[in-house]
Structure formats: structure tokens, C-alpha cells
């Protein structure tokens, strides 16, 4: 995305299938980097957005039933509270059985289609470890400005600054909003509608340029 002022935002894959990101022609991150930056906080919100899941009862998945399912959220002990295994991660046969143990009552799993095979958004989690919205929003600061120390609310009003807020620094113009809107639009609307989604637009006064279907709800 080449603006008519401000950073170029550029994707790219890797050999894996990894998606990554380049904001201003800086250093690449893994582009879920970006999506935590603007909201999608957790594995399992990232994953919410392009999967679709549903529940299954550990009880019925004696056997292989559970293998090679993959978590579409966090297994967390109800009695302690602890993470037994994070979202995205594929179940072997001792992680079933590891299920069973702990008496874990149901998981949510991940409806992955063999006929589209999209996994770049599961390996792209692979290659990112942060866990927060604010861990993100200072790597891409530390990236950027190449600054070790950062003040508080520092990096996350540069990150506004710089894609969002300001005209002065990032301007898409008139024609280059409306291309946007045209190819996006689309899929931003299948976004929304998917399940507990949440995203609210990161910046004010963008209503304006968006299509009647979307204003009321989010930005692109």
C-alpha cells in the first residue's frame, strides 16, 4: 500500500508461507505483528478472524479423534488456571491424552479446509512471539526508530501518528481511499461479521471515506 504521503506498507511471503510486514521499508515482522498492534490482541483473536471452529467434547475424541486437530483457542485449567496448551497448536496422541488426564471437558478446534490449505496466518503466528497489544506496538516503534527505550504511550501515539491520525503524515488522497474502499470492502464486511469479532476503527473522522455498509462499524 503506497500512499500519496506517508510509510509504505508492504506484505510478503516467505518459503515457508509466512506473511510479513515492512512498514517504511524498515526491517520485516511477522504480520500479525500489525494485526495485534491494531486490537487483535491474543492467538486466538487473530485466528477467530480467518478460521472457522467449533467444539468438540474430549470424551467423544477417544482414540485419533483429537489428533491432528488444531486449538483454535487457549486449554486452560479451570481449577488453576493454568494454560495446559496455547491456540494454534496441532494435538499429537500424548497431548490427548494429556486431555483426558486433566479431565478437560471440551476443546475448540480449527475447521481447516484440505481444499484451500491456507495455513499463512497459522505459521505466521509460528514466527511471532508476542503475546500483547502493547509488546507489539513497541517492537514496531523499536523497528522503526531503532530506540531500546521507550516512554510510556510513546510508541502507540507514534504508531498513530504515523498510519492513522494525521493527515500531515499519512494520506491515502480522495481516489486513493476510494481504490481502497472498492477492493477491501468486500472483505471487510465478511470480517465483521465473523464471530465475537470486536475491532473497532483505530482512528477518528475515517467514517467519512468509508462505503454506508461499513461507516457504522469499522475502518479499513
Known amino acids: 500500500m503506497i500512499p500519496y ?9 516467505d518459503l515457508n508461507n509466512a506473511l510479513f510486514v515492512r512498514l517504511d521499508k524498515h526491517k ?5 505483528v500489525l494485526l495485534r498492534a491494531i486490537g487483535l490482541e491474543a492467538d486466538e483473536d487473530i485466528l477467530r478472524v480467518f478460521y472457522d471452529s467449533e467444539t468438540l467434547k474430549v470424551e467423544d475424541g477417544k482414540g485419533d479423534a483429537l489428533v491432528g486437530r488444531v486449538l483454535a483457542e487457549d486449554v486452560v485449567l479451570k481449577q488453576t488456571g493454568e ?5 494454534n497448536r496441532e494435538l499429537t496422541r500424548e497431548n490427548a491424552a ?5 479431565k478437560v471437558p471440551e476443546i475448540k478446534a480449527l475447521i481447516l479446509d484440505p481444499a484451500v490449505n491456507d495455513v ?8 511471532d512471539n508476542l503475546k500483547s497489544r ?10 522503526l526508530r531503532a530506540q531500546e527505550f521507550i516512554a510510556a504511550d510513546q510508541a502507540e501515539t507514534y504508531l498513530d501518528t504515523l498510519l492513522f491520525k494525521s493527515i500531515r503524515k499519512y494520506d491515502l488522497t480522495r481516489v486513493g481511499r476510494y481504490k481502497i474502499n472498492k477492493k477491501l470492502a468486500p472483505l471487510a ?9 470486536n475491532l473497532k476503527s483505530p482512528t477518528t473522522g475515517s467514517e467519512r471515506w468509508l462505503p454506508k455498509t461499513l461507516s457504522a462499524r469499522s475502518s479499513i
Open 28 to 32: 520485516k515482522l511477522p504480520a500479525t
Open 5 to 13: 504521503r506517508g510509510a509504505w506498507v508492504e506484505f510478503e511471503y
Open 83 to 87: 494454560v495446559l496448551f496455547e491456540a
Open 134 to 143: 502493547k509488546d507489539a506496538i513497541n517492537m514496531i516503534y523499536r523497528v
Open 189 to 197: 464486511e465478511w470480517i465483521t461479521q465473523r464471530p465475537d469479532f
Open 120 to 127: 499463512t496466518i497459522r505459521n505466521t503466528l509460528a514466527k
Open 98 to 102: 494429556q486431555l483426558h488426564a486433566k
